[in-house]
């Protein structure tokens, strides 16, 4: 987190803010998109206290997207608040990040975007990733790209003119071990005596020898809590319910 605050923050002192883009990779539930969701909330702090010159936060999911072109009619909309096709948001785009010194306060603003999944973004010829890692080269663009995927290698399958403009500043998120997993995991039981630590570790140790993922480490121990809580139901409902057997005459058990 100190490093993407460190990048913002560098390049938003900046006049231009030329060129700055940012590529955060690793494997999934490692808290890439939370860490940086966490750095922009403390960034919006330091705007309202005025320790921090304003700007604008867009957030893109690339899995939200009903194709990579799309994106251009996202980021138009949550700039502008106009919708329009994606062809004429791209030439609209153009124009604003490629032209000169803005005359609306807004637009003279620096932009961070975010965009997760980004190799989802990768089509055919690459125009889309191109496009938008090109418009921070362009002097008074005033825009911070900030891309995430789980890919490590990304920029270096990509076509070198794409490559060259992403994969200059690089964050890389490893996974978990298990220590970091079990605190994960203790920190959302705090004051909650409801698993034993041996369980614990157990679920820690397991996912940090297969991915490292939190996300699943949590999946586990809400999982086993909703079983738990399941057969403890059955049981107190089964003994609830049970009626005593009594002999007949007959030989044959039956209820009262």
């Keep these: 987190m100190e490093e993407i605050i460190s990048f913002i923050k560098g390049a938003i002192c900046e006049d231009q803010c030329l060129g700055r883009c940012l590529y955060i990779h690793g494997v999934p539930g490692t808290g890439k998109t939370m860490s940086v969701l966490a750095v922009m909330k403390k960034l919006r702090s330091e705007v309202e206290a005025g320790s ?3 700007c604008c936060f867009v957030e893109i999911n ?4 009903s194709s990579p072109e799309a994106i ?17 948001a791209l030439h609209l785009l153009n124009e604003r990040f490629s032209g000169g010194p803005k005359v609306d306060n807004r637009e003279n603003q620096p932009c961070i975007l975010l965009i997760d999944e980004l190799d989802l973004l990768v089509t055919r010829n690459q125009s889309v990733l191109y496009n938008i890692l090109d418009w921070p080269t362009k002097p008074h663009s005033k825009l ?4 995430i995927a789980n890919t ?5 399958k990509l076509l070198p003119r794409i490559s060259s403009r992403m994969g200059i500043q690089r ?8 220590q970091q997993l079990q605190e994960i995991i203790l920190s959302r039981l705090e004051d909650i005596d409801a698993f034993e630590k041996q369980a614990v570790e157990f679920a820690s140790r397991k996912v940090a020898a297969i991915s490292g993922d939190y996300r699943r480490a949590l999946e586990i121990c809400r999982r086993a809590a909703e079983l738990a809580d399941y057969q403890l139901k059955q049981s107190l409902q089964s003994s609830m319910t ?15």
């Design 171 to 178: 964050l890389c998120f490893g996974p978990y071990n298990y």
């Design 72 to 88: 251009y009619r996202v980021i138009y909309e949550a700039l502008s608040g106009h919708r329009v096709g994606w062809k004429k």
């Design 144 to 147: 911070i790209v900030i891309g």
């Design 52 to 54: 921090m010159r304003p």
């Design 242 to 256: 049970t009626p005593p057997l009594h002999s007949s005459a007959t030989g044959k058990h039956t209820a009262r």
């Design 62 to 65: 690339g899995l939200k997207l």
């Design 152 to 156: 490590m290698d990304l920029p270096e």
